[in-house]
């Protein structure tokens, strides 16, 4: 099977450049390749450390670090047959969704 595992952008304080990956998803990608599927691993923070927004929030004191939800689909394989994205902290559940609805409307039947 074709997996696709993802890593969220960051989302952080403006004046705070600080970054502690959680190592889950290369652990989860080397049992999988261990088990025989192959493994695509898109880090949005990695792929994406020259792009910084502003995060829609009403202190406007946070900002996101890394790819947006349609760089991140495009980045996705073409045959990849499932999917897994990682919410490290609770700060990064709301980044989620527009990821989720950018992977659905380009791998409408991808799980």
């Known amino acids: 099977m074709n997996v696709t595992l993802i890593s969220p952008p960051w989302v952080y304080l403006y004046w705070v450049l600080n970054v502690n990956p959680s190592p889950a998803l290369a652990i989860l990608a080397a049992q999988l390749r261990r088990e025989g599927h192959e493994v695509q691993i898109v880090d949005a923070l990695i792929e994406g450390l020259d792009t910084m927004r502003p995060y829609d929030e009403p202190c406007r004191r946070l900002r996101i670090w890394g790819l ?3 760089e991140i689909a495009e980045r996705v394989d ?8 990682a919410a490290p902290f609770s700060n990064h559940a709301p980044l989620i969704a527009p990821i989720v ?5 380009r791998m409408p039947n991808v799980p």
């Open 101 to 105: 609805q950018a992977l659905r409307r």
């Open 78 to 85: 073409s045959a990849t047959q499932l999917l897994g994205i």
């Open 68 to 70: 947006g939800p349609d």
